[in-house]
């Protein structure tokens, strides 16, 4: 089976620095995808890690850690466009398919 | 650039009916997904393919079937209407698992409301 667990909402000012938590317990692991929606639109994909380490890309990064089944995502210089929803999804190929399985989401809420 | 098209956007059925929703994608991805979500539920996968002509259960495919006949289309069919598939109703598609680090593309939903 597979648990992947994000924390449901999280508050963050304008200009600063979030964090957003993702563990999961999975038989296997094959890459954790982070993927953006901002509400009423479709989700969109913003970051791939299958192996340990920062995976940056301008003012988002992610982290893996295979070991610890952790993973976040870390958005810089927040701005108020970057409320909105963001999920994390795990492949695991244990059961024979390589679909990856999506946690519930956080929902993110810049203030000024 | 399209990319992944749904439709219709919107609808509203009676419990019993039937409908098809219909995912187009023009990217030349070998897999497509259908997706439903629920408030507090997140993404929950119901049926997928990894290619022309075969389609696979997901982890909630009761009330649902699909079709994939052309590698661009994807059909999702509900027999039955019932109101517990009220839902937002995504379809997305990507290229297979070695070229994972492109991710999938969503089409934009289609809401449905079954009273």
């Known amino acids: 089976g597979q648990n992947i667990d994000q924390p449901t909402e999280m508050t963050a000012t304008e200009g600063a620095i979030v964090q957003i938590n993702c563990t999961y317990q999975?038989?296997?692991?094959?890459?954790l995808f982070w993927y953006q929606q901002h509400a009423g639109e479709a989700p969109t994909f913003l970051s791939y890690?299958?192996?340990?380490g920062l995976e940056e890309k301008g003012r988002f990064s992610s982290f893996l850690s295979r070991s610890k089944g952790y993973s976040y995502l870390l958005l810089k210089e927040l701005q108020m466009k970057d409320s909105a929803s963001y999920l994390c999804a795990v492949r695991d190929p244990s059961g024979g398919s390589y679909i990856p399985t999506f946690g519930r989401g956080t929902s993110l809420i810049v203030h000024p | 650039n399209a990319g992944v098209t749904q439709t219709p956007k919107f609808r509203v059925l009676k419990t019993g009916q039937s409908m098809t929703l219909l995912c187009a994608q023009d990217?030349?991805?070998?897999?497509m997904y259908w997706y439903r979500q629920d408030p507090g539920m997140g993404l929950r996968l119901i049926h997928y393919?990894?290619?022309?002509?075969?389609?696979a259960k997901g982890e909630v495919p009761d009330g649902y079937n699909v079709s994939r006949l052309k590698k661009q289309n994807f059909l999702l069919g509900l027999e039955s209407a019932a109101p517990s598939q009220t839902s937002v109703y995504f379809c997305?598609?990507?290229?297979?698992?070695?070229?994972?680090?492109?991710?999938?593309?969503f089409g934009q939903g289609t809401r449905l409301t079954v009273v």
């Open positions: 990217m030349n991805h070998e897999y």
């Open positions: 393919s990894v290619g022309e002509g075969t389609t």
């Open positions: 999975t038989s296997g692991f094959n890459g």
């Open positions: 890690n299958v192996l340990d």
């Open positions: 997305a598609s990507s290229y297979p698992i070695s070229l994972a680090r492109y991710g999938a593309f």
